[in-house]
Nanobody, 118 residues
């Protein structure tokens, strides 16, 4: 059973930093792309950053230069370092992976709240 557990969210002032973690189990972690999404109240869930099994990264334009995604395959954990946070970064942040066997299945964590005060 695939399980993703996020941690590290909280309340921070604008300009501050947070580091989110997502611990995975039930998958061969090193084989899969891992991603971070976020959803603000009244908005659709959006992709924030992703990292392939080879370490290639991709970022939403809104976070480029401020956020950094990394992974530790030995610890089966993916991280999202968030610097220079802005109030518009306030959202619930979700960890995601997509497993393809006979069909594609998206797995999600429970989410962690990030609130940036102005």
């Amino acid at each position: 059973q695939v399980r993703l557990v996020e941690s590290g969210g909280g309340l921070v002032q604008a300009g501050g930093s947070l580091r989110l973690s997502c611990a995975a189990s039930g998958i061969v972690f090193s084989m899969y792309t891992m991603a971070w999404y976020r959803q603000a109240p009244g908005k659709q869930r959006e992709l924030v950053a992703s990292i392939t099994r080879g370490g290639d990264t991709n970022y939403a334009d809104s976070v480029k230069g401020r956020f950094s995604v990394s992974r530790d395959n030995a610890e089966k954990t993916v991280y999202l370092q968030m610097d220079s946070l802005k109030p518009e970064d306030t959202a619930v942040y979700y960890c995601n992976t997509r497993v393809i066997v006979t069909m594609a299945i998206d797995y999600w964590g429970q989410g962690t709240q990030v609130t940036v005060s102005s």
